[in-house]
């Protein structure tokens, strides 16, 4: 029986890892080779677990420490265990084994034994092989050349990516099995079966050629490189294959050829002679140099007239005899002056000299010659010359040397311009006529030279020629490098190439100047006034034929003023004609001043005129001008130291009511004149009575309306305007009124029209201004300094240039301050002319004045110029505040209204409250200022007075 004594010999020399652990896997003992793998003492293993010795995971992504205790619970249960684990020595390292577990009963105690065999070693050559079959792998299947592998019967056993790509397949198993045929093209698989048994015989085949055909249809071009494979006793077992693929190396190949066979063609059928001439050599070392020709080209053959082969091998000194060369004077040259010989030669490179050939037939030919040397070897051993035959270039040259002394010599001025209108030349006379040299008009259009006096019609006839029947005569207006414009003759024509495509147009022109001036003088001197330069009767009737043509077509209104000079027979009588020539000499401009230039102005004889007013909207319109006529006519005139006056009678007639045509428009017309003679003269007389009674009142008024003015009759009422919140007053409107002496009160509607119209609003509006500020300068010196001043501005004073001027002087005179005066304008005036409006109303907020706009809501305002007005006030218009307690639209539009003026940071003033109810509502919605009946109506300065006096006592 073996004792303990040799157990434990054995356990210690075991060359395997042995640690005994107890039921919880602590190692209780271990031998040598324990310590030795885990790189510890006994002392150190003793005590420990397999996991301490482990790291945390192993290679196969398991936990270290529940792996280790799914072992033991194995063995615990009776069952061995044998697996790979990975242990970590003390020095951190890391080693590879093979361990197996067995359980151990010992008496009493059950123990379980740990053997690990160290297998690192193993581990890492195993890791290398399988590296190194991945790298080779790798390499096979990136390798850039296509690789097959077929067996004995060309069936293909592997191939990699390149030849996937060759063939356009994407998977191998795809093609493994596969006979390489079905890649083949049929005039190919010959070539394999002649192949294939020398290939397997020798072991080897270089270079075979073979057409492949793509997945996609695609013909490739490959040469094979490949070996046999064989095994153990020397069968043939596969072969292995690189494919070259020489597609482009073929075509490339196949075009050299084409390209080489193109270029002998192009040297033969070229239309240049081309001769190759050599030097001699041995001429060369016999210091007698010779060249002769070693090939010419077809046109060289031809051009000298010589055989087919006439010129092969000739030497160009003994040719000089057959085939003369002269210069371009004429006589000979020798043939150290030839190109080509020079070429071959010196190694000259020769450009562009024109020489005369003279061929066996005795013709002249005229030749542009190029050569240049040809290098072999580095060294200048033959020649080339290149020898275009320009005779007939020379011919059309001469020709064309000829056309353009005619086109330099000529006496027209003459344009020539490319297809697209573009000059391309001009000559001498055009440069004369314009004034412009070619250079600053090359590549311009004719049309720079356009004065725009002539009609869009006649350019459009023009084309319209020119594309009929290439030629255009007729005149055009251009003008001159200095400015000044000239009427000329041109006629134009298309110039078209053989095939009929139009490539120039060509104009020549004559200047017409005098002649034209000859012309519209006549033409002048038949349509008008020689005395006044109006145009005369005969004129007057085809335009009125057209402006009434006009008229009915647009539905407007046409008046015929009748003008006659009351006793103009007085003047003649008593200071001769010739001062009553330049008295009417004087009448028409004043005329022309007080009408449009759509308008027609006439003199029909003697003191008789006639304006025809064109596209009027309302018959009335004529009153004002026919008031206006009346007036500049009655002013004095200065004729040869007199002053003379002359008052005038007008008679108007209005299209369509008083007549349909010209006769009967300036009948009734006529007749109103006489009617307005019979009136007593110096007045307007309509032809129709209705017209004339509003006709009359109209000028009636503005005549007053100037007494008015000048006596005083005019006078301001104030209205009082109230603070929002409590009602109380915070300053006062001035609003004009004008009592008449016979009339009565005239309403505002009507007067301050008639004064807008005729031009006294200004003087109007500066009275009107300056009794307000003298009127709130006396108010304030009551103490009622509180009290501001709100003025209207109208559209004419707003456009006056003297405004801000007028209102600084204004406000000084009554030393006010800009704070205390607002000024109004409309809303339509404002948005009328935005960007003037917004100029000057920024000069008068300098002042400090504030600013309004009145009658807000009525117009079409632009929100954007809204902002960029410098207006601190919106007044809200009466139409919106009347019904605003029973219109629910007109509530909205005020809310609306107030809620956008104060987010502008714009006070509203609302006008036309005359009910609590609407005070309520625009107290509400915090209307800043409140004006209407409810707080008062416009009243005389005093009235007022007395009526803040008595309060102010009141409250006292």
């Given at each position: 029986?073996?004792?303990?004594?040799?157990?434990?010999?054995?356990?210690?020399?075991?060359?395997?890892?042995?640690?005994?652990?107890?039921?919880?896997?602590?190692?209780?003992?271990?031998?040598?080779?324990?310590?030795?793998?885990?790189?510890?003492?006994?002392?150190?293993?003793?005590?420990?677990?397999?996991?301490?010795?482990?790291?945390?995971?192993?290679?196969?992504?398991?936990?270290?420490?529940?792996?280790?205790?799914?072992?033991?619970?194995?063995?615990?249960?009776?069952?061995?265990?044998?697996?790979?684990?990975?242990?970590?020595?003390?020095?951190?390292?890391?080693?590879?084994?093979?361990?197996?577990?067995?359980?151990?009963?010992?008496?009493?105690?059950?123990?379980?034994?740990?053997?690990?065999?160290?297998?690192?070693?193993?581990?890492?050559?195993?890791?290398?092989?399988?590296?190194?079959?991945?790298?080779?792998?790798?390499?096979?299947?990136?390798?850039?050349?296509?690789?097959?592998?077929?067996?004995?019967?060309?069936?293909?056993?592997?191939?990699?990516?390149?030849?996937?790509?060759?063939?356009?397949?994407?998977?191998?198993?795809?093609?493994?099995?596969?006979?390489?045929?079905?890649?083949?093209?049929?005039?190919?698989?010959?070539?394999?079966?002649?192949?294939?048994?020398?290939?397997?015989?020798?072991?080897?085949?270089?270079?075979?050629?073979?057409?492949?055909?793509?997945?996609?249809?695609?013909?490739?071009?490959?040469?094979?490189?490949?070996?046999?494979?064989?095994?153990?006793?020397?069968?043939?077992?596969?072969?292995?294959?690189?494919?070259?693929?020489?597609?482009?190396?073929?075509?490339?190949?196949?075009?050299?050829?084409?390209?080489?066979?193109?270029?002998?063609?192009?040297?033969?059928?070229?239309?240049?002679?081309?001769?190759?001439?050599?030097?001699?050599?041995?001429?060369?070392?016999?210091?007698?140099?010779?060249?002769?020709?070693?090939?010419?080209?077809?046109?060289?053959?031809?051009?000298?007239?010589?055989?087919?082969?006439?010129?092969?091998?000739?030497?160009?000194?003994?040719?000089?005899?057959?085939?003369?060369?002269?210069?371009?004077?004429?006589?000979?040259?020798?043939?150290?002056?030839?190109?080509?010989?020079?070429?071959?030669?010196?190694?000259?490179?020769?450009?562009?000299?024109?020489?005369?050939?003279?061929?066996?037939?005795?013709?002249?030919?005229?030749?542009?010659?190029?050569?240049?040397?040809?290098?072999?070897?580095?060294?200048?051993?033959?020649?080339?010359?290149?020898?275009?035959?320009?005779?007939?270039?020379?011919?059309?040259?001469?020709?064309?040397?000829?056309?353009?002394?005619?086109?330099?010599?000529?006496?027209?001025?003459?344009?020539?311009?490319?297809?697209?209108?573009?000059?391309?030349?001009?000559?001498?006379?055009?440069?004369?006529?314009?004034?412009?040299?070619?250079?600053?008009?090359?590549?311009?259009?004719?049309?720079?030279?356009?004065?725009?006096?002539?009609?869009?019609?006649?350019?459009?006839?023009?084309w319209s020629h020119l594309k009929e029947s290439d030629f255009w005569l007729g005149e055009l207006w251009d003008?001159?490098?200095?400015?000044?414009?000239?009427?000329?003759?041109?006629?134009?024509?298309?110039?078209?190439?053989?095939?009929?495509?139009?490539?120039?147009?060509?104009?020549?022109?004559?200047?017409?100047?005098?002649?034209?001036?000859?012309?519209?003088?006549?033409?002048?001197?038949?349509?008008?006034?020689?005395?006044?330069?109006?145009?005369?009767?005969?004129?007057?009737?085809?335009?009125?034929?057209?402006?009434?043509?006009?008229?009915?077509?647009?539905?407007?209104?046409?008046?015929?003023?009748?003008?006659?000079?009351?006793?103009?027979?007085?003047?003649?009588?008593?200071?001769?004609?010739?001062?009553?020539?330049?008295?009417?000499?004087?009448?028409?401009?004043?005329?022309?001043?007080?009408?449009?230039?759509?308008?027609?102005?006439?003199?029909?004889?003697?003191?008789?005129?006639?304006?025809?007013?064109?596209?009027?909207?309302?018959?009335?319109?004529?009153?004002?001008?026919?008031?206006?006529?009346?007036?500049?006519?009655?002013?004095?005139?200065?004729?040869?130291?007199?002053?003379?006056?002359?008052?005038?009678?007008?008679?108007?007639?209005?299209?369509?009511?008083?007549?349909?045509?010209?006769?009967?428009?300036?009948?009734?017309?006529?007749?109103?004149?006489?009617?307005?003679?019979?009136?007593?003269?110096?007045?307007?007389?309509f032809f129709t009575a209705s017209m004339n009674v509003e006709v009359q009142e109209r000028l009636m008024l503005?005549?007053?309306?100037?007494?008015?003015?000048?006596?005083?009759?005019?006078?301001?009422?104030?209205?009082?305007?109230?603070?929002?919140?409590?009602?109380?007053?915070?300053?006062?409107?001035?609003?004009?009124?004008?009592?008449?002496?016979?009339?009565?009160?005239?309403?505002?509607?009507?007067?301050?029209?008639?004064?807008?119209?005729?031009?006294?609003?200004?003087?109007?509006?500066?009275?009107?201004?300056?009794?307000?500020?003298?009127?709130?300068?006396?108010?304030?010196?009551?103490?009622?300094?509180?009290?501001?001043?709100?003025?209207?501005?109208?559209?004419?004073?707003?456009?006056?240039?003297?405004?801000?001027?007028?209102?600084?002087?204004?406000?000084?005179?009554?030393?006010?301050?800009?704070?205390?005066?607002?000024?109004?304008?409309?809303?339509?005036?404002?948005?009328?002319?935005?960007?003037?409006?917004?100029?000057?109303?920024?000069?008068?907020?300098?002042?400090?004045?504030?600013?309004?706009?009145?009658?807000?809501?009525?117009?079409?305002?632009?929100?954007?110029?809204?902002?960029?007005?410098?207006?601190?006030?919106?007044?809200?218009?009466?139409?919106?505040?009347?019904?605003?307690?029973?219109?629910?639209?007109?509530?909205?539009?005020?809310?609306?209204?107030?809620?956008?003026?104060?987010?502008?940071?714009?006070?509203?003033?609302?006008?036309?409250?005359?009910?609590?109810?609407?005070?309520?509502?625009?107290?509400?919605?915090?209307?800043?200022?409140?004006?209407?009946?409810?707080?008062?109506?416009?009243?005389?300065?005093?009235?007022?007075?007395?009526?803040?006096?008595?309060?102010?006592?009141?409250?006292?």
């Amino acid at each position: 029986m073996i004792d303990q004594a040799y157990y434990h010999a054995l356990f210690t020399a075991a060359g395997d890892a042995m640690v005994v652990c107890d039921d919880a896997g602590c190692a209780v003992d271990c031998n040598p080779a324990a310590c030795t793998l885990l790189a510890c003492t006994r002392e150190q293993l003793l005590g420990t677990t397999l996991v301490d010795w482990s790291p945390p995971v192993q290679p196969d992504g398991s936990d270290s420490a529940v792996r280790a205790a799914e072992v033991f619970a194995r063995v615990q249960a009776g069952k061995a265990a044998s697996f790979e684990w990975v242990n970590r020595r003390l020095d951190g390292s890391l080693v590879h084994t093979d361990v197996s577990v067995r359980r151990v009963v010992q008496g009493a105690k059950t123990l379980s034994i740990v053997i690990s065999r160290n297998t690192t070693e193993r581990v890492q050559a195993q890791r290398l092989l399988q590296e190194s079959e991945e790298r080779f792998r790798t390499l096979f299947e990136q390798a850039p050349l296509p690789y097959q592998s077929l067996d004995m019967g060309a069936n293909i056993l592997t191939v990699n990516h390149a030849w996937l790509r060759l063939m356009g397949e994407t998977r191998r198993e795809d093609v493994v099995g596969k006979s390489i045929t079905d890649y083949l093209d049929e005039e190919s698989v010959p070539t394999l079966a002649e192949n294939f048994p020398q290939f397997v015989r020798s072991g080897s085949v270089q270079g075979p050629v073979f057409d492949v055909r793509a997945r996609d249809g695609a013909m490739r071009r490959v040469t094979v490189t490949g070996r046999i494979g064989y095994d153990a006793e020397g069968n043939a077992l596969r072969t292995h294959c690189i494919l070259n693929d020489i597609t482009e190396r073929s075509q490339i190949e196949a075009e050299r050829a084409e390209a080489l066979a193109f270029m002998h063609t192009v040297f033969d059928q070229s239309p240049s002679s081309i001769v190759v001439a050599d030097a001699v050599e041995s001429r060369l070392e016999s210091g007698t140099p010779e060249v002769r020709i070693r090939m010419a080209n077809q046109e060289a053959v031809r051009l000298r007239a010589a055989q087919p082969d006439g010129l092969a091998g000739v030497n160009l000194a003994q040719a000089l005899g057959k085939w003369p060369v002269l210069r371009r004077d004429g006589s000979p040259c020798p043939v150290s002056e030839l190109p080509l010989f020079r070429a071959v030669l010196k190694g000259e490179t020769v450009h562009g000299e024109e020489f005369i050939l003279r061929d066996e037939a005795g013709r002249d030919h005229w030749v542009l010659a190029n050569a240049a040397p040809i290098l072999r070897d580095g060294r200048v051993k033959s020649g080339i010359a290149v020898v275009h035959d320009i005779t007939a270039q020379k011919e059309a040259q001469a020709e064309l040397n000829l056309y353009a002394r005619i086109f330099a010599n000529s006496g027209e001025a003459i344009v020539i311009t490319d297809q697209n209108n573009c000059i391309v030349a001009i000559n001498p006379a055009f440069t004369r006529l314009t004034g412009f040299e070619i250079d600053e008009l090359r590549g311009q259009n004719p049309r720079v030279l356009a004065s725009g006096r002539t009609p869009g019609e006649t350019y459009r006839s023009l084309w319209s020629h020119l594309k009929e029947s290439d030629f255009w005569l007729g005149e055009l207006w251009d003008r001159h490098k200095d400015g000044s414009e000239h009427p000329k003759s041109a006629a134009i024509s298309a110039i078209r190439d053989e095939r009929g495509v139009i490539t120039h147009y060509m104009a020549s022109c004559v200047d017409i100047t005098e002649r034209k001036a000859a012309q519209e003088r006549v033409e002048y001197l038949a349509r008008h006034d020689v005395l006044t330069g109006l145009i005369n009767r005969h004129d007057l009737e085809s335009r009125m034929e057209q402006a009434l043509r006009f008229a009915l077509r647009d539905g407007t209104k046409l008046a015929v003023m009748f003008i006659d000079l009351d006793r103009f027979k007085t003047v003649n009588d008593s200071l001769g004609h010739q001062v009553g020539d330049r008295l009417l000499a004087q009448v028409a401009p004043r005329l022309l001043a007080c009408v449009r230039d759509s308008d027609i102005v006439a003199r029909l004889g003697g003191d008789e005129f006639v304006v025809v007013l064109t596209d009027l909207s309302a018959a009335l319109d004529a009153a004002t001008i026919a008031g206006a006529i009346l007036q500049r006519l009655a002013e004095p005139y200065q004729v040869q130291g007199h002053t003379l006056s002359s008052s005038t009678s007008i008679g108007v007639s209005v299209f369509p009511q008083d007549g349909t045509d010209t006769t009967s428009l300036m009948k009734a017309a006529d007749t109103a004149m006489y009617h307005a003679k019979a009136q007593g003269r110096n007045n307007v007389q309509f032809f129709t009575a209705s017209m004339n009674v509003e006709v009359q009142e109209r000028l009636m008024l503005e005549r007053d309306l100037r007494v008015a003015l000048r006596e005083r009759q005019l006078s301001v009422h104030y209205q009082p305007k109230v603070l929002g919140s409590d009602a109380s007053v915070c300053g006062v409107e001035a609003l004009v009124r004008w009592r008449h002496p016979t009339l009565g009160m005239v309403s505002p509607l009507k007067f301050i029209v008639i004064a807008e119209e005729s031009g006294l609003i200004d003087e109007l509006g500066q009275w009107v201004l300056n009794e307000a500020c003298r009127q709130l300068a006396a108010w304030h010196a009551l103490g009622w300094r509180h009290l501001s001043m709100a003025v209207n501005l109208s559209a004419h004073q707003l456009r006056a240039p003297d405004l801000v001027t007028m209102v600084s002087a204004t406000l000084a005179r009554h030393a006010l301050a800009g704070a205390d005066l607002e000024l109004e304008v409309t809303e339509s005036v404002a948005m009328a002319d935005p960007e003037r409006a917004i100029g000057r109303l920024q000069q008068l907020r300098a002042l400090g004045v504030a600013l309004a706009i009145d009658d807000f809501g009525t117009g079409y305002s632009s929100l954007a110029y809204l902002k960029l007005l410098p207006i601190q006030t919106l007044k809200l218009d009466r139409a919106f505040v009347r019904d605003i307690e029973s219109d629910e639209n007109d509530a909205a539009i005020s809310a609306a209204t107030l809620a956008l003026a104060h987010s502008l940071g714009l006070s509203v003033v609302a006008e036309g409250v005359e009910t609590p109810g609407q005070r309520a509502f625009l107290s509400q919605h915090r209307c800043d200022v409140l004006q209407g009946y409810l707080f008062g109506r416009p009243e005389p300065a005093e009235t007022w007075t007395a009526r803040w006096a008595q309060q102010q006592q009141r409250d006292a």
